[in-house]
């Protein structure tokens, strides 16, 4: 599929039907997220995959919103191995780890993967209770899977502003 079509008809799915993602599918979305650029190419990225029942109840206990997927990647970055951006105001982690999120969604519906972005959580919970080191933060978790019948986008999907209500030239 051409990218352009792919970014336009992706979309958050919100009811999975419960299969876990093919090992192959998975091992190429995870492959998506290692190449996927960092600052000085640190690559601070750790990622997680959730499958096992005891693992995704412990997702189950901190956010409503696995929907019913059966394979989760749980995105995270070591706060120890972060390029500081001049000022000292920020650093990479955040947009590192975004960029390689960003990059195993796409992956994954190139692949025929449907996919949901969660940031409906309390990190530190869940960093918790995944028995994470110290020094990682999470960003986020990838549900992945397969949409169950009557899933679909929203309503609203389609709606996009127009490019000069979003774009400036300077």
């Not at 090992?23 to 960092?38: D, F, H, V, Y």
């Not at 096992?52 to 206990?61: R, V």
């Not at 990838?142 to 949409?147: I, S």
């Amino acid at each position: 599929m051409e990218f352009t079509e792919l970014a336009k008809n992706r979309y958050a799915c919100k009811k999975f039907d419960g299969r876990p993602v093919e090992k192959a599918q998975l091992e190429a979305i995870l492959e998506a997220g290692r190449l996927a650029p960092t600052a000085k190419n640190l690559q601070e990225q750790r990622v997680y995959v959730v499958e096992s029942e005891e693992g995704l109840a412990k997702l189950d206990k901190v956010t409503p919103c696995r929907y019913g997927a059966a394979t989760c990647v749980v995105v995270a970055f070591d706060t120890d191995n972060v390029f500081t951006y001049p000022g000292d105001k920020r650093d990479s982690g955040v947009e590192d780890a975004t960029i390689v999120a960003t990059h195993m969604m796409l992956a994954a519906a190139a692949y025929g993967v449907d996919s949901c972005w969660i940031n409906f959580f309390d990190p530190e919970l869940l960093a918790k209770a995944l028995d994470l080191p110290e020094n990682e933060e999470i960003l986020m978790i990838l549900d992945l899977g397969y949409a169950a019948e009557g899933a679909g986008p929203l309503a609203n999907h389609n709606q996009r502003k127009a490019l000069e209500e979003t774009v400036a030239y300077l």
